[in-house]
């Protein structure tokens, strides 16, 4: 099989990329990513040198390498995407771009060329849940900025499948956390700034819930839909693991033998959703099912991050003293 995966160089593409060859090691990879800040050629080293995996530098956007690589290939895996809900406060403009304009761009040449796509999208687009968990026809009721350019791209997507028969299919995921995970992010964050030794910064009273699941399980969950998915359909993605951010924090600092009163309760961020939370049962009908508990998971993200200072090292530190995260 050949595939084009865009944004693989960032957390969960190249996360991806590493278990698909290792699983399938006869596919052919093209990795279309524009090198954008989240970017990081080290993600990718372990493949850099096989015949079958390609990289190519580029924008989703521009139409002319985009088509170039669809017309070659049999799939298209999108993951690049703007991803931090607090730069699309400051500026959404990026988010509509990437977002949406490069989601149109793909689908006008997967209808050109009549191939598949498999859209990675998020259970951000139906914005904050009281009790309930969201199943796929839930409705779209997005918060930020970030949540809304990825819920237009799912409409955008739909109605290629409804006006042109498009091959098209959409997976949304709760919170991902794992290796090589930009540290902008609530746990990458949290370790290397505990780490360090510096304050952890936590919005408002940290009581808020997000359903976490280990990039793993969420690349084994993609696999089952390129293989066993249904065209026109959405998938939800879950581990059904809740938990609120100081919690999370508190285990991180427990773990790392560091001091509670690093935490450091800063104000809200604005129109913060309070809980996310997916129903994954349809694919899990299919034979899917998250293998790692939280436990598990944050003892090896932890190890990762401290195996890979080098890693970590090399990213700008203005990331790590600004105070947000997703
Ligand atoms: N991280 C999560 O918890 C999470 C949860 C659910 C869904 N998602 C979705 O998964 C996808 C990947 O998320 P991530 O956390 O790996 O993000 P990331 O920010 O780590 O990586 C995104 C990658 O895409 C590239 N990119 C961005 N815009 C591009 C463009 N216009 N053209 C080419 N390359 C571009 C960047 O350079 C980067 O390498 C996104 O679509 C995101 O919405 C993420």
Redesign the pocket.
């Known amino acids: 099989m050949k595939l084009l995966i ?2 693989g ?5 190249s996360n991806f990329i590493l278990k698909l060859l290792e699983k399938f090691p006869d596919y052919q990879i093209t990795n ?5 800040y ?2 990081n050629h080290q993600n990718v080293l372990q493949v850099k040198n096989l015949n079958n995996y390609e990289f190519v530098k ?4 521009d139409n002319s390498i985009v088509e170039k690589l669809v017309s070659k290939v049999d799939i298209v895996i999108n ?5 931090h809900v607090d730069r699309s406060i400051s500026n959404a403009k990026p988010f509509i ?2 977002n949406i304009l ?1 989601v149109f761009t793909i689908l006008e040449n997967i209808k050109k060329y009549k191939k598949k796509l498999v859209h ?4 951000e687009v139906f914005g904050s849940l009281e009790s309930e968990s969201a199943s796929e026809d839930y409705k779209l009721n997005p918060s930020s900025p970030y949540a809304s350019s ?1 819920a237009s791209a799912e409409l955008l997507i739909n109605s290629y499948f409804k006006t042109y028969d498009c091959e098209v299919i959409i997976t949304r ?4 956390y794992g290796p090589r995970q ?1 540290p902008e992010k609530l746990i990458p964050k949290t370790i290397i700034r505990a780490e360090l030794d510096k304050s952890i910064p936590v919005y408002g009273t940290g009581k808020n819930i997000r359903d976490w699941i280990f990039v793993d399980d969420h690349c084994s969950a993609i696999e089952m839909i390129i293989h066993k998915g249904t065209e026109g359909e959405s998938y939800n993605i879950s581990a059904s693991n809740e938990i609120d951010n100081i919690t999370i924090i508190e285990k991180i600092l427990s773990f790392l033998g560091k001091p509670l009163d690093l935490i450091n309760f800063v104000d809200d961020r604005p129109g913060h959703d309070f809980r996310y939370s997916l129903d994954s049962s349809k694919i899990r009908s299919l034979g899917w099912k998250p293998k790692t508990s939280f436990e598990e998971g944050i003892k090896k993200t932890i190890e990762w991050y401290q195996k890979n200072k080098l890693w970590w090292n090399d990213i700008d530190r203005n990331i790590l003293t600004e105070t947000p995260w ?1």
């Open positions: 865009t944004g160089l960032g957390f969960i593409g279309l990513d524009d090198e954008l989240g970017s580029g924008n989703i956007t993951f690049a995407a703007e991803s771009d990437s490069g990675i999208s998020t259970d990825k995921c709760t919170n991902n930009f997703k």
